[in-house]
Structures are given as C-alpha cells and as structure tokens.
C-alpha cells in the first residue's frame, strides 16, 4: 500500500513526518502523524500508538503534549492517527456535533448505516495502521504499546485489553472507562453499533473486564485523572473501572491530581511519566 | 483597569491563565495568556514576554513551545499577548491576508488611517500590558526579558534594543531583522507608517543597530535560526542583523541548526535553551 509523505519537521534529534494513505478498510484517504527518533537509523525501536480524543486529529498530540524530548531521548517511535474517517464524502454527524461522526470515531467497527463503510477505526487502529508502520519505518512491533486521552484513551483501554499478544503496556489520560453509561459513548455505541445494548460491551474497558474477556498481565496499565477534570464523573467513570479491575483482581496504576483539568495542559504534565511508564515495560 | 479572567488551568506546578481586559492604547478589548509559577505565591517573580509570530494568538505559545515544564522549575511568569486587536469592528487586511492587520500587527504604533486607532501593539507591549501585569501579579518588572518568534522576534528586538531599561534580557526564534527590506515588513510599515519609509527605520531591528539607536548592553541577546525555514533568506535576514552588530562591536549569540524549519517544532527544541538564557540574566 502505498503512503505519501505530505510534512516533515526535525524537532529534537527525530522528526515529526505526516503521510496520508488510502485505507481499505476506512474506504477513504487517512492521514496519521510519526515521530522518527534517531535511533531509528542504526536499529528498530519500541513504537507507541496515541489515539486523540474528540474533536482531535493527527496533529494534536505532537502539537501539544510536550512528549518529544523525552521521546527522542529514549529513543521511541510515536504514530498518531486521526480520530476518524475524513473526506467530503464521510457521512457526519446530522446536527455537525463534536462528539459523533467526525473526529470522533471512539475506536469500533460500525455495523449500522451508514457508517460501516468508512467507521472502522478499530481495525484501522489494530491492522491497517501497524501494517502500514511495519512496513515504512524500522519500528519493533514486539514492543508496542497504546495509549491515548479521554476518547482515546477509551479507545486504548479497549484495544490494549482485546489484544494482549499486540501491545505490551497501555497507558490513559482521563478515559471514557465506562462508555455503555455514558452521554458521549451511549449516542455513539448507538449510532455506531445499534440499539441491542449487548453489542456495545465489547468496546467498554469496564465491561470487558467484568465479563473476563481480557488477557492483560499485572501492572501493564497506567491511567492518570484530573479531580477538577469537568467530564469526571458525568463521562469518564473512572472509579467503576477503578473498582472493577479490583473486584477482578487486575492490579492498575491509577492516578488522580488535584486542580488538574481535561485538556493537554494536564497531559503535558504527566506525560513524561507515561513515556517512562512504556519504555520500562518496552525498551529492556 | 479591570481584568476579567476566561481560563484557568492548572500546570506543572503553576497555572496558565486567559484574561480579557479594555484596551486604552488599541481602543478595543484585548486578551492575554499569563503563565503564574507556584513561587509567585511566596516571593515576586522574573517575567518574561513572549511576542507571537504572525498569525497567532494568545493560546499559541503556551499550547505548543513546550515551555511551561521548565519555567514552572526556574520560577518564571510568561505573558504571551495577542498579536494585534481583535473583533469586529477593528479594519483588517482587505483581502484578509494572514500577514497584515488581524494577527499582525507587527508590534508599531500605527499612524496612518483606517488603523492609527486601533494598531498600536508597540505601546500596548511597552506600557499597557506591563502595568497590568503588575497591578494584578506579583512580577518583579525590574527583573523583565522578552522574547518572541517571527513577527515576534522582530517585535523582541526592536522593543529590547529600544528600551534597555525596561528589558535585561532579548532573544528571538526566527526574527524578522530587517523588515524595511523583506516583503512582509514593506507590506506591514507602509500600512501601519505611510510611504515615508524613514518612518520605518525605528521599527526595524538592523537599522537602530545601524544608526546607533539602542544601549543594550553586551551579551543580552539570542537567536536561534532554522537552515531549513524557507523564511531565512527571502523574509528573515538573520546574516545581515548578524553583521551589522559586528560592524557595531555588539556581542549577541547566534545558533544556526541544520535541518530546522519556522514554526513550533523548531521553537520547542530550543525553548529550553532560550529560558536558561533569561534566567541567565534574570533569576540572579
């Protein structure tokens, strides 16, 4: 498949490159960004993939987050995809909402019109784009992890915790943990999946551990929360996820920062320790 | 005068904060993003300005310089002002051009109609700005720096260089030194100044060194250029404000990097760099 590389910036010791590329499984072009570390040209290097959050697209985590020094330090390759399918000819949400259609393709496979054409971004996420990444670039793909922020940090709770043998660690800023009880997940999941609730429960992190559909090793899961993070707990539902991994006896890293928001003000923070939380379990 | 704060958000171990206040200088309302380190809370603090390129806007900076870590230890406040007024009823650019009126204003007082009312960034930098800051913070104004990109360093070097006892330290990313000779500066000062361009001369970084017009001191001033900006040559004139101090015995430091571009990417690599460079002259 061939990728077309439409930006390209030196930033520390690596640069940020941006390519689009047809998807099949999307049925339009993608667009996804990659931080190059320099190490990437005397050995293969540990990837992560950061999935954005609503309204969000390719540029933002690099834009924002303040995680390249540290990146280009240890030597990790970053890949972050758009939120969704993109194109004039993408169905969208029929009032233009942020928070369904585009921008916010919350990491499923839609099965209902007239989305399932072009919303498949768990594929996208778990095939397509690793595919693409093994094939262009010298990442080691045995040492991959997945993170993400609220949407995508739902989306990387669920992708990480479906597939063990893919992603060795997994991190979150402030996920949507509970998307079934949600306002956000529950007009997405509808719309996406369809009305029969049960079909939804496969892409709720809190579920999937509930029911035993999970494989995940100890101590490979790091999510941080602001207190003062508008969408706690209308949204997120940090604490159910919190109780089920106990009741489950899946031990977590969990943690929560008083005066901290949403937003990449909050990530940047604490990004760096999310960065440490990857190379431990990626770059021995 | 009164300030209204819009945002708060907590980071690191300080605080970004949005204010909208009236405007004497520029008739208008203006906004303005403050960083707040924890020690202000203890002692009065160095400040820092930061002046944004064309374009941008109050947010810029602080979402994408990657800055914030590394002030919040040394203790520093940054304001980032906006980079003209702002609404409505303010005239723009005829053809709104992203390099004249509305996000360039280019940091002069402007004397010419229909914009004399309105574009007067270099008084609202100078005076306005600063006596809100330390009317409202606990800034120490005697220990102040400015800095900027683009447009902005232009705007950080003609304000230092002009004004020594209100700046003790200077740097810039990227400045456009010699605006009376680059296409966006003819554009800008024939505008804002008229057709007279010894009009123009006050407003341009090479000529007061040229004409004598300054008493920085030694040794206060950085900059950090891009090889690879496709600015350099055509817009910026980095070798000739470069030389211009050697024929006028003043020592400034200047960082040439291969393979950088213009924009924040390239800011980010070097921010760290450039805070020490304050501090340098600022924390003691």
């Not at 050995?43 to 993939?49: A, D, E, K, N």
Request: net charge negative; glycine share 8%; proline share 5%.
């Amino acid at each position: 498949m061939s990728i077309e590389r439409i930006k390209n910036d030196k930033v520390f010791d690596g640069s940020v490159e941006v390519y689009r590329h047809p998807s099949k499984v999307n049925n339009c072009d993608m667009q996804f960004s990659v931080f190059r570390p320099q190490q990437e040209q005397y050995s293969s290097v540990p990837l992560l993939t950061w999935l954005s959050g609503l309204t969000c697209n390719e540029d933002t985590f690099m834009f924002k987050a303040g995680a390249l020094k540290l990146a280009s330090e240890l030597g990790i390759m970053i890949v972050t995809p758009d939120t969704s399918p993109r194109g004039d000819n993408i169905p969208d949400d029929k009032d233009g909402a942020y928070d369904f259609g585009l921008g916010a393709g919350f990491y499923v496979n839609a099965t209902q019109a007239p989305w399932q054409n072009n919303y498949n971004m768990y594929d996208y996420i778990t095939k397509e784009l690793p595919n693409i990444i093994s094939s262009n670039f010298d990442a080691d793909l045995s040492r991959h992890g997945i993170f993400g922020h609220s949407m995508g940090g739902h989306g990387a709770l669920t992708i990480g915790l479906k597939n063990p043998d893919l992603y060795r660690s997994i991190s979150a800023f402030a996920p949507i943990c509970n998307p079934i009880n949600c306002p956000w997940g529950k007009k997405a999941l509808r719309n996406y999946l369809g009305d029969d609730q049960s079909k939804w429960n496969e892409y709720d992190a809190t579920e999937i551990i509930a029911a035993g559909n999970y494989k995940s090793a100890q101590n490979i899961i790091r999510i941080d929360q602001g207190l003062d993070d508008e969408f706690y707990g209308r949204e997120l539902c940090t604490d159910k996820f919190e109780q089920v991994c106990k009741d489950n006896e899946l031990v977590i890293d969990i943690h929560r920062h008083p005066g901290h928001g949403h937003g990449y003000y909050f990530i940047s923070t604490f990004i760096e320790d999310h960065l440490r939380h990857h190379a431990k379990l990626l770059c021995n």
